[in-house]
């Protein structure tokens, strides 16, 4: 079992960076596949960037794409997701999450249910970019 723990949420303007990160607990965080999913009001959560469990693999939606940067430090047991030039609709609540299962992209292939492949979640860090 995984505990995540996200930091690094805040109220931004457009265009502005944050970079988020991810606390994972136990031994074992480098055999998970790592994901970041965010919930906006009155939408559905939706997959944002994986990556493999050794790093070498990531995979994005394709509405951060070359804007957002997933990465990972196994001596730090963390997760990270830099966000570049933010938009007001990257407004939401970001989760991270550990998949038990292995590599799976391309993960806009599970059509808005890939949060069902994973298997431990994060409380949720909130991202608010101002226009």
């Known amino acids: 079992q995984v505990q995540l723990v996200e930091s690094g949420g805040g109220l931004v303007q457009a265009g502005d960076s944050l970079r988020l990160s991810c606390a994972a607990s136990?031994?074992?965080?480098?055999?998970?596949?790592m994901g970041w999913f965010r919930q906006a009001p009155g939408k559905e959560r939706e997959f944002v960037a994986a990556?493999?469990?050794?790093?070498?693999?990531?995979d994005y939606t394709d509405s951060v794409k070359g804007r957002f940067t997933i990465s990972r430090d196994l001596a730090k047991n963390t997760l990270y997701l830099r966000m570049n030039s933010l938009k007001p609709e990257d407004t939401a609540v970001y989760y991270c999450?550990?998949?038990?299962?292995?590599?799976?992209?391309?993960?806009?292939?599970?059509?808005?249910?890939?949060?069902?492949?994973?298997?431990?979640w994060g409380q949720g860090t909130q991202v608010t970019v101002s226009s």
């Open positions: 999450a550990a998949d038990r299962g292995g590599w799976r992209a391309p993960y806009s292939d599970y059509a808005g249910s890939a949060g069902r492949l994973y298997d431990y």
């Open positions: 136990g031994r074992t965080f480098s055999t998970y596949t």
């Open positions: 990556i493999s469990s050794s790093g070498g693999s990531t």
